[in-house]
């Protein structure tokens, strides 16, 4: 894969890269259309990667399909699907990781520990073997794109990270690999989540700025939710990701969290004030 992409990049190519762990579904594909705009070259990484699963995490059952997700990015425009098996990232004797510092112990850092050094590790494996032009991430995971931002920059990597919108079912649910876990029931209750953070904005929209107010009407929707268990509710800035008492009127401000509906952990957010 390196000196192909590398030929692509001395033919003049502008190579563009959509990491995934597979089981693709609609918001993968709205970032594989992204780039087809962007870029000459499409490229679409599969690789569950196990450096970012925490023990007793779903790694073992997490779907994979590799010929149906060929399958669904062919139909996008992508010119090449790129598979590796982790003996290929992750040679014997692998030892190095990259870790930013500051950002990757918060959020969801602090209820799964390590897991954004997987992340940013593989990604920087990744950036290094196509050395794209454009990578591209989605919104519904607002922090990693925000930590591989910030790796970028620090590291000068010659790679733009693009950030796509978060896309959702017709009820608001967020597009998420893990939504097969979910059953029926669980499924309808899982739209919780939505509510929560759409009461949040329209509270701030109306003029509520303190965060502790703000968490806790959140608190009070997902609790009434019998299948909902809180692990997080967090309002932060996006440059560190530290929280805020007061959400300002004139920067972007995170509004995340992470709730369990039965026993599947589900993530959202929505920016307030800007992008990311």
Do not use: W
């Not at 790129?82 to 290929?88: R, S, V």
């Not at 992340?119 to 990578?135: Q, S």
């Not at 009461?199 to 109306?206: D, M, Y």
């Amino acid at each position: 894969m390196m000196l192909a992409a590398k030929d692509l990049r001395d033919a003049g190519q502008r190579v563009g890269l959509v990491p995934t762990m597979g089981a693709l579904h609609a918001g993968h594909l709205s970032l594989m259309d992204r780039a087809r705009e962007m870029c000459d070259t499409v490229i679409v990484s599969v690789f569950l990667n196990p450096t970012q699963f925490g023990s007793g995490e779903d790694l073992d059952r997490y779907p994979r399909d590799l010929a149906a997700d060929a399958e669904l990015a062919f139909t996008r425009g992508v010119d090449i699907i790129f598979a590796p098996e982790p003996e290929e990232i992750y040679p014997g004797g692998f030892s190095t990781f990259v870790v930013v510092e500051g950002m990757s112990e918060k959020l969801e850092g602090a209820s799964r520990p390590g897991h954004f050094r997987g992340v940013t590790t593989v990604v920087n494996k990744l950036f290094n073997i196509i050395r794209p032009a454009f990578a591209f991430f989605g919104r519904k995971d607002a922090q990693q794109a925000l930590i591989i931002k910030r790796m970028v920059r620090d590291l000068g990597m010659g790679t733009e990270v693009v950030v796509g919108p978060t896309v959702r079912e017709a009820d608001g649910l967020a597009l998420s690999s893990r939504n097969r876990y979910l059953s029926a029931e669980e499924r309808n209750a899982a739209t919780v989540l939505r509510r929560a953070l759409e009461r949040c904005r329209t509270q701030i929209n109306a003029g509520e700025r303190d965060s502790s107010k703000l968490i806790s009407v959140m608190q009070t929707i997902i609790e009434a939710e019998p299948l909902a268990r809180i692990d997080y509710l967090a309002i932060t800035e996006t440059a560190r990701l530290d929280p805020v008492s007061v959400v300002p009127a004139d920067r972007p401000t995170l509004v995340s969290m992470a709730v369990f509906i039965g026993t599947t952990r589900l993530i959202d957010n929505i920016v307030v004030n800007g992008e990311i």
